[in-house]
Structure formats: C-alpha cells, structure tokens
C-alpha cells in the first residue's frame, strides 16, 4: 500500500545521521518521515558512552549552532566533562562528555518526538523507488510505499553488517539488531562504488566484579563545562568518577597466544579498521615493543553497574577475552556483562557524492553518516545535519549549502570525502583544518549560526540568545578599544604587577589584553565594568590575542578564493589536458572535482597541474 502522507524528505536510520537529518529537515518546514528498524534504539550509542574530544567536539558544536540536538542531549545526559588539551592553545581545546546512554536517548527521543514537521515509523526500508535515475519513495520490509521527494541513507553499520567474535560470525547491524541486508542489495545493483570496513568495541564489565581500591581515579573538570551553546551547568545530572589502569606482559600474551583464533589475523574479516581508535590486538601487535596500554574505565551510565573499559576493543574469541581481561589490574575478577566485537559493513565511496552529500547518480538521494566512510557519532550526526538540511532545500526548490573548508569542520569533513574518499574509517582531528584557529569550539555559534537563521534551521529561542551575546561582545569589544589606562595611574599600578616593566605610555585595555601576561579578568575590570557572561569574555580575550594570526589566515584564505570560486564542469575532460600525467588525469577522473581548489586537494594533484587546469579552463572560455 502506499502510505497516505507524501513526505518532502524521508530519512532511513535513527542512529546519530539520522536523528540530526530527519531534525534538520523539519526545522526548515519540510514535511519529514524518519523511518527506522527500532524506535527503542533512536540516538543509541553503538560503541563508547562518550559525545566529543578532539576534532569532534568541534563537529558537536558547530552541530549545535545550527540548531541540532547533539549538544543539547549531551548536557541532559553527560556525567562526566573534561575539556582536552585545556592548557593549549584555544583552536584546538576540545570539550568531552562521558554519557549516561540511556539519559542520552531519552533526550534525543524526546527532542524528536516533540519536534513539529516529523513522522516517525518504525520498519525496515528494504528498497528505493527510483523514476529516471531519481528516487521517489521507500519501500519497507511488509511491503509499505512511503513517497518523497527526497531520501537520505544513514544505515551506520548495518548494510551488509557481519558480527565477528573469533572464528564465529552471523549478520547483524550492531549487537542485538539485525543487519540490513535488502536495502544493501539494491544499493549496490545502482552505479556506487561500493567497498567494506570494519570496526570493534569492548567487553563490558559488571562493575560489582571490579576492586576499584589500587586503581588511579579521574575525577571531571570543575567549574563543570557546557557542551550547548544554550546548555547550563544546571542541567547536568549527577556527575561521576572514570579510573585508568593497564595492560602487562601477561595481557599481551595472552593476546598473543589467542591471534590464530583472531577474525583478523586469520584474514576471515578483509574491511579496514580505525587507525585511531585500533583494537587491543591491533595494538599489540603493531607497537610489539609497548608492554602495557592504558584503559579508562568509563561507566555506562548512573542506573547500570556496566562499564566501558576504553582502549580494550577486541574481537577474539570470548575464552580469550575472558583471560585477557582478567589478567589486567582490578580485572581479577572481573564478569563480562557483553562480550567485545567486530562489526563489517559496506560503506559507498564519497567520492560518488556532491558537496550538499546528494550523490552524483540518482537525483534527490543524500547519504550521510557511517555509510560515507567515516567513524564516529559526532562525524555522523554533522554530516546527517548537512544532508537533511539540502534534501530540505532541494524539496523546497532552493539552492544546496555545504560550508567552505574555512567556515567549519563540517566543511573540513565533506570536502576530505568527497575530494580524496576514504580507505579507512575517517574521523575528525584538529589536524584536519588548515584554518584551525578561525575554527575553534568556542566560536561555532558565531561561524554559523547566522547561515543557520538564514536557511530555517536555527529558531528564535536560539537566534535570540545568539543575537545577545554577539552584540555583547561587539560592545565589550568596543569599550575595551576607548577605554584608555595612564601611565602612573591608580590601574596602570594594578596591571604593572603582572607585567615585567611599568607602563611607559597610554594603552587601551584592548591593547592591554593582547599582552601573554594578562588574561581578560585582569584587564577588564581596571576601568568600567567588565562582563559577567564567561562565554561573551572567552570571545573578547580570544579574538585580541590571536588578532594577528587570525588576520593572517583570513588573508590567505581571501588569496585562494579565486580558485574556490573557479568551477570545473562534471563532464570535464582531464585526458585532454595536455602535460597531465596519466596518474594524475586518473585521480582526477575518479574524483571529479567540482572546483579548481577542490582539484587541488585531490592527493597526488600537484601545483603544476592544477595551472594546467587552469589554462585548460581559460581555453574552454
Ligand atoms: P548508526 O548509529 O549505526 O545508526 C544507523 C541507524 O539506521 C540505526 O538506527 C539502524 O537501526 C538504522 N537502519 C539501518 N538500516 C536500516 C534500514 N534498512 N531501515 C530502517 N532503519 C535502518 N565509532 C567511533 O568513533 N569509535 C569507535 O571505536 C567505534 N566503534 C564501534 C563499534 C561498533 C561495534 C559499532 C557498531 C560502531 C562503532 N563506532 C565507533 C561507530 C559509531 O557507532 C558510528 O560511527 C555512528 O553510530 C554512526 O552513526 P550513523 O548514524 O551513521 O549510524
């Protein structure tokens, strides 16, 4: 039957893509259909209980500025936050939320189920209805037609999803789900270029089981930070301890003794891991020299005694896992709630995909998530808001947005997809961004937040709150730069006992702050009233001391825009290019950039080449 409602957009996957793509969608007024396995798992955190770190929190906030959830259940349902690499430098401080999972999903259940605009159903979708290479509808696993005009595709790990624990192996899409196997079928009878990874999680154990007494405790940081823009302190729940302790010799012997029985090593899983994130054997096989690694043992949540003993995913055999884990310090008699897996699954090329994440050969269908070739729920959730947000936009006849590599991360992560795709789970770093100190987490709001307004994702709740605290910084920025401190003067006295010399000349409290010696609270309150919001005072201290480098990387960014701005047709033929190599005429081939600056990225294009296609461009007219 077809079902009665006729959808703008319909999402398939209720994991971290698709709740934030089915949210995105509805925001911006289009009538929207979430349809996924299991209404029980929506938001469900497949592997760690954790949202952030490195690279990744910078993806949650910019999620966030645009009106997503991420950041919003984090603060619902964080019990522990710590911000990483506090003492460096602010682009790539880093905020990082240990998660109650399931205060998590009631917070993200409870964010869809009250959001106007959206359907939820729960079935599998088995099959696309595609008209002249576009896709018009869904079909479900009881044979139900749901019609839209646009689909995204955010399966995570259950196309083609095959469990590994040693040498036994069975279908599924995660522990206790089922795999999708029909829908895996039809995508790949279509033109994608289609290929396999994998990745892995931990036992978990019984923390009753745990003698917690010789093992270093790590408690979170205080003051308690925020992962929401509009998020507070207040809402947190109770927050809680996480430990660390370590493998030994005995560990890795153990590992050792059982790799013949290992999926991997015995060549039964073929798909590529995550190198950062490598499994315990992966480990001690690759760093043979180490003789212990460390593991945080996280708990799963305030009303569950499991815990996510972090740096111990595996997939060897359970008689393996059970020895190896108790041979480690608090393990001794430790009981395993879940045994460890891995977890193959197909995974489509991006390359095969646009910037707004619609691919390239059927009209109208986006993919974002897992199914891109990444890892992560923060990877997930940015891309599922992106393509949600286009399928919106596609629906309601306007243009596609993708941000540029200089406005966001997200930008980051859908140019490095879809320029270079992937051979390895791709996940997000700070190293990624070559603009890092424009993208930081503390100014996501202030890069997007106003795209967001503009294409309907951001309500007046938000914009409101955005609207204030810009116009605070702008007039604190304002009195900082006319407020002027003399020489010999009562404040000049105050300021001169941080600094190595006294002041020889008149200096605004602007100038003042650049200083390395003096942090905003020194400076602010020397003449006026300084402000209470810590977040408007982060962004005045951070924009003036690093107004330099900032002004900088503006500089070359605006030196490269031509080339962002050159566009290079799809059909574009690299092979009569004369002076391009055979291998670069490949790459590029494969890739099909849609820009000049785009070309440029794709590895093994060199500088030279590029100004070739530059005078073939000219050529063309
Ligand atoms: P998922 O969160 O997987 O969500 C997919 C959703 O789609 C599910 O709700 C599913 O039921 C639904 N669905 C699928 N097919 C259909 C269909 N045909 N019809 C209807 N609904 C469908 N990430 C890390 O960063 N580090 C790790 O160490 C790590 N380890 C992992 C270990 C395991 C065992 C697994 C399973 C995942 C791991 N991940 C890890 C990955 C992380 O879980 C994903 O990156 C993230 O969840 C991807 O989000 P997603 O929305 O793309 O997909």
Redo the contacts with the bound molecule.
Sequence with gaps: MDYPTQYDVIV????????EACLAAARMGSRTLL????IE??G?????PAIGGIGKSHLVKEVDALGGAMATATDLGGIQFRVLNARKGPAVRATRAQADRALYKAAIRNILENQPNLDIFQ????DLIVENDRVTGVV?NAGLRFLGKTVVI??????GGRIHIGLDNHAG???G?PP?I??AERLRALPFRVERLK???PPRIDARSVDFSGLEEQWGDEPLPVMSYLGNREQHPRQVCCWITHTNETTHDIIRGGLDRSPMYSGVIEGIG?RY?PSIEDKVHRFADKNSHQIFIEPEGLTTNELYPNGI?TSLPFDVQMDLVRSIKGFESAHITRPG???EYDFFDPRDLLPSLQTKFIGGLYF????NG????E???AQ?LLAGANAALQAQERDAWSPRRDEAYLGVLVDDLITSGTKE?Y?MFTSRAEYRLLLREDNADLRLTEKGRELGLVDDVRWRAFCEKRESIEREQQRLRETWIQPGSDAAKTVEQKLPQPLAREYSLQDLLKRPELEYRDVAALSGEPVSDEWVAEQVEISAKYAGYIDRQRDEIERLQAYEDTPLPVDFDYAAVSGLSNEVIQKLSDARPDTLARAGRVPGVTPAAVSLLLIQLKKRG
């Design positions: 398939i996957g209720g994991g971290h893509a698709g709740t349809l996924t396995h299991n798992t929506l469900q955190m497949s592997c760690n079935q599998a979708a088995d479900t955010t399966a995570g790990t259950f196309l899409g995660r522990a789900d999708s029909a829908l990745t892995g999680t995550p994130c995913s897996y891995a977890i974002a998530g897992q199914i990444t890892t992560g729920y990877e997930a959730a599922g789970p996940r």
